[in-house]
């Protein structure tokens, strides 16, 4: 029963040990370095993607979405400004849309409680950004859904 012990108490020693070393070979960046990557992703790129209405449970068929963002400034503690063009109603418009940033971790997800977007309406949201691919849900008063897509680079004019 005492080799065992010694055994098992080896392994875990074994575990934490290789848990240390991929730490210390892999550390995790710090608050400034993750708003620097994120603003960095918001800087002239488009969410480029789908989203559908649930109604009933049930989720509608989906419809395309762009939104072309032009820039990602922090204001305050998780304060941010998302410059946005957007489509809406057939017309192109731009909206600095004031967004709260939490983090999951070093995953930064885009959060909106209530906020009026002049013309447009009043949106909750919650929009997880990872790597190069947004996910999240949306409400507007009576209604929501959810919405999916890419975040894609906007090529340079020189390109």
Do not use: N
């Not at 074994?14 to 730490?23: D, G, M, N, T």
């Not at 710090?30 to 708003?35: T, V």
């Not at 994120?38 to 989906?62: A, N, Y």
């Not at 990602?72 to 957007?86: E, F, L, N, P, R």
């Amino acid at each position: 029963m005492g080799t065992r012990i010694l055994w098992i108490f080896i392994a875990a020693l074994s575990l934490i040990f290789a848990s240390a070393q991929e730490q210390a070979a892999h550390p995790k960046p710090d608050q400034a370095e993750l708003e620097k990557r994120f603003k960095e992703q918001l800087t002239d790129c488009v969410f480029d993607g789908h989203w559908c209405m649930v109604q009933d449970g049930k989720l509608s068929e989906e419809k395309s979405e762009k939104y072309s963002i032009t820039s990602a400034t922090k204001s305050g503690q998780d304060v941010w400004i998302i410059y946005a063009k957007m489509q809406f109603r057939g017309k192109e418009v731009s909206v600095p849309v004031p967004v709260q940033v939490k983090w999951a971790g070093d995953t930064p997800v885009i959060t909106l409680d209530k906020v009026t977007i002049p013309g447009m309406g009043t949106y909750s949201a919650r929009v997880l950004v990872y790597e190069k691919t947004y996910a999240g849900t949306w409400s507007a008063g009576d209604h929501g859904g959810m919405l999916h897509g890419l975040i894609k680079k906007k090529e340079s004019k020189a390109e």
